[in-house]
């Protein structure tokens, strides 16, 4: 008996009940699973004491299913669409409902408490349905979702007793009337969390105070562009107890009685820890909050255009404590400089562009870049849509911040080369490969040729989720990734001359995968319909958006093919241009 197996039986010794709390302290999914793989006496005390549970796909399992392995649910994560539904690339009716799953979860009286769902259809029907059949439903967590409107949020608010999170991030919600939030009863007294940044509609001020005043516990709460200053001034004299804010409407005359109302509120807030907002913003009211700054640990200003360069370095000059900063490239070189030299503790950074279709009026370029990498050793995460790329800066970066876990690096001219010398980016993201051992995800743009990916698949060993676009020369672009990568899950291809013969040099590899997406590439419908006849377990789908395909054209390119791992075969409600090999 191998030393391995004489530690199990020795754990199996313990009751059920201690080996349940001991699971208890394992947390993350990725453990929970390993430990149900032990044996089939861990795999049942697993299946009875797991209460969270993340699928990453929401056609991957089937409700009842899920139901039928954790009969003790109470937490669910949920995402549906591809990841590239965020670029428009997946149709709207392409499918990801919820409501399948919330009549499956309510018929058999699983105690669910919590929902987190990204880029799913939800409607009204399934947030009313939610909400009368969880009696002690606590939290909804909605992300890049559509399909509903502010009727399905009265739901919510009414027949939730119990609600601590309504957290809406950037969904696409129909404003039916703006008096959802006087649905929350007089009793409820319990939200911690309370985010409708998203909305774009009217809001009931009145309610909102009210149900601010008689929540001692909320923490967070983020307001749209509907809640002007004199209302987040009343806000903060009732919550001073926030910890994170996302404000509506900063506009506000500085000489003003209301502005000098909310510098007395701000100042009251001592635990202040993460700001936000500033959709609409009036540069000169921006010290009022200066008093929270040197404590802030969150700063989002990726919404805020009305912040330019001076008033945001004056800003982030207070703001010595950040680990995670959220801003537009308005900031120019300079300001990333000003981040540098304030921020040392910063281990996230998220430059997005100002004018995303205006390649040529991007503010930061690689000097930005190298200036954060100098300053703050810290950086494990990065997310930077730039003007242009070096080389040079790439490798200065990997050896300055060799602890990436995430690089995401966009010029907005998808294959512009070197800014010095004209040459390929393979060096440089080559360079990021091979120092940051623990990289996980990973985005590329610029030139690039098959050379990088083969410094992906040699040293990149880690990498989990790696996006391409407009990149490549042949083939064996693709095949260093798959045979390089071993702990690859997701992998995203567009515009790239990647084929058949990649696709299918190796398919069992796809077994490991959570999915592969695939668009504008030399793949053919017959590569697509041989791989779906060798793997039964995988779930290939065609997307004809101009539904000019013909299913008997075997030669024919397909221009997107999603594939995915799936234990419960086809899904049945595929709109009629998705095509399920």
Known sequence: MSWESRKTAKMNYFPDEVLEHVFDFITTHKDRNSVSLVCKSWYRIERYSRQRVFIGNCYSISPERL??????????????????????????????????????????????EELRLKRMVVSDKSLELLSKSFVNFKSLVLVSCDGF?????????????????????????????????????????????????????????????????????????????????DTLQKLLIRAPQLEDLGTGSYVQDPSSEAYNKLKFAIQCCKSMRSLSGFLEVAPCCMSAIYPVCPNLTFLNLSYA???????????????????????????????????ASTCKELQELRVFPSDPFGAGNAA????????????????????YFCQQMTNAALRTVAKNCPNFIRFRLCTLDPVKPDAVTNQPLDEGFGAIARSCKGLKRLSLSGLLTDQVFFYIGMYAKQLEMLSIAFAGDSDKGMLYVLN???????????????GNAALLEDVGKYETMRSLWMSSCEVTLGGCKTLAGKMPSLSVEIIDDSEQMEFNLDEQKVEKMYLYRTLVGPRKDAPEIVWIL
């Open 67 to 112: 139901i039928d392995r954790f009969p003790g649910l109470k937490s669910l994560t949920l995402k549906g669409k591809p990841h590239f539904a965020d670029f428009n690339l997946v149709p709207p009716d392409w499918g990801g409902f919820l409501y399948p799953w919330i009549k499956a979860l309510a018929k058999s009286r699983i105690g669910l």
């Open 149 to 229: 409107t502010t009727d399905g949020l009265a739901a919510i608010a009414a027949n939730c007793r119990y609600l601590r999170e309504l957290d809406l991030q950037e969904n696409e919600v129909d404003d039916h009337r703006g008096h959802w939030l006087s649905c929350f009863p007089e009793s409820c007294t319990s939200l911690v969390s309370l985010n409708f940044a998203c909305l774009k509609g009217e809001i009931n001020l009145g309610a909102l105070e009210r149900l601010v005043a008689r929540s001692p516990n909320l923490k967070s709460l983020r307001l749209n562009r509907a809640v002007p200053l």
């Open 305 to 339: 255009p009305g912040l330019h360069g001076d008033e945001l370095t004056k800003l982030i000059q207070h703001c010595g404590r950040l680990k995670r900063l959220w801003i537009l490239d308005c900031i120019g070189d300079k300001g990333l400089g000003v981040v």
């Open 364 to 383: 930061v370029t690689e000097e930005g870049l190298v200036l954060i990498s100098a300053g703050c050793p810290k950086l494990n995460s990065i997310l």
């Open 484 to 498: 390089g990568c071993k702990r690859l899950r997701k992998l995203e291809i567009r515009d790239c001359p990647f």
